[in-house]
């Protein structure tokens, strides 16, 4: 179940170092307060409380905004192949997005359960999810397509 929780942490930070973190964080939490069986359902909970608990604080910090050119990620430092893709194209999506993904396809939780732990509305949670897909057809669409004519790479919207 931590192994599950951890994978559930990634889709959320899109960052292994802190999802080890939040992980662990969570986990540390539900054994302080006496939790003898720890409920998947409780833990993930525990998990996207304190990610949103993260996001609260940075937002407090006031940071310093890019421009648009140096905030794309150099895929030439990415693993290379599709699992490097495929990282490229979810660190894309809102983590919101990659939290339904990850509990819809890799944890295979219902749209009904979904709703239920993250409490929103399934309609909510169907759409979300199909348009999380839609993007990462859209993504690859442009990753499969040659480069412009002018040999730059098209930058994504």
């Not at 080890?20 to 054994?31: F, N, R, V």
């Not at 525990?46 to 604080?57: A, E, K």
């Not at 893709?85 to 295979?108: N, V």
Request: aromatic share 8%; glycine share 6%; proline share 3%.
């Amino acid at each position: 179940m931590v192994q599950s929780g951890y994978r559930y942490a990634v889709s959320l930070t899109h960052n292994h170092h802190d999802a080890e973190d939040l992980a662990q964080q969570a986990w540390y939490k539900l054994q302080r307060n006496g939790d003898e069986s720890i409920i998947r359902g409780r833990f993930f909970t525990t998990i996207r409380n304190l990610f949103i608990d993260s996001i609260r604080r940075k937002k407090i910090v006031e940071f310093e905004v890019l421009p648009d050119e140096e905030v794309l990620v150099d895929k030439s430092s990415e693993e290379p192949g599709i699992a490097g893709d495929l990282d490229f194209m979810l660190g894309r999506l809102k983590a919101t997005e990659r939290e339904l993904l990850f509990l819809h396809c890799a944890e295979g939780y219902t749209a009904e359960e979904i709703a239920k732990l993250t409490e929103r509305p399934r309609g909510t949670i169907l759409s979300s999810i199909s348009r999380a897909k839609a993007k990462l057809r859209k993504l690859a669409a442009k990753e499969a397509s040659p480069p412009s004519e002018s040999g730059e790479e098209k930058a994504f919207s």
